[in-house]
């Protein structure tokens, strides 16, 4: 019997050890909630293509849904607005005034769009600009911390 000697990935190994004891010794509360965070987030991380890709599957199926459902109803309504005698002329100035609604409709949805990744970047530098902050203050609470035990003759923290 050949025994697979591949090289397990980190989820696959988290898998092979829940529900059995640390093979870490923690050396605090710390150090326990540090590496649970980590696994947490790189948990998510890793599967954030998969919901990305779950949704667009589902967004892309919906509009090939409404893009059908007007391609089946296409023959019917050809036929009743054939029967109904509209002048060719009319049936073109319709035409170039839907065509303006929709190219309005493109430009809003680039706007949208545009917005979208803005705000997105925006985002992005306010969580990094918060997170530049927490370690200032943590750093400004370590030696805030420091200096009274040394003023009460601490020299460990």
């Not at 987030?41 to 599967?47: D, F, G, I, W």
Request: charged letters at 20%; hydrophobic letters at 40%.
């Amino acid at each position: 019997m050949q025994v697979n000697q591949e090289k397990k990935s980190e989820w696959a190994n988290l898998e092979d050890n829940m529900g059995k004891a640390p093979a870490t010794q923690y050396l605090s509360v710390c150090d326990v909630w540090k590496d649970s965070v980590h696994k947490v987030v790189t948990k998510l991380e890793y599967q954030t293509p998969i919901y990305l890709q779950a949704y667009t599957q589902i967004h892309t199926e919906f509009l090939h849904c409404v893009d059908n459902l007007f391609g089946t109803c296409y023959l019917w309504q050809k036929q009743y607005f054939d029967r109904l005698g509209l002048d060719k002329g009319v049936v073109n100035a319709y035409g170039q005034l839907y065509n303006s609604w929709i190219d309005q409709c493109m430009q809003g949805l680039d706007a949208y769009a545009n917005y979208k990744k803005v705000q997105a970047e925006m985002a992005i530098d306010a969580m990094k600009v918060g997170n530049e902050m927490l370690h200032s203050w943590m750093d400004v609470f370590g030696r805030t911390v420091s200096s009274w035990n040394s003023w009460f003759g601490r020299t460990n923290v």
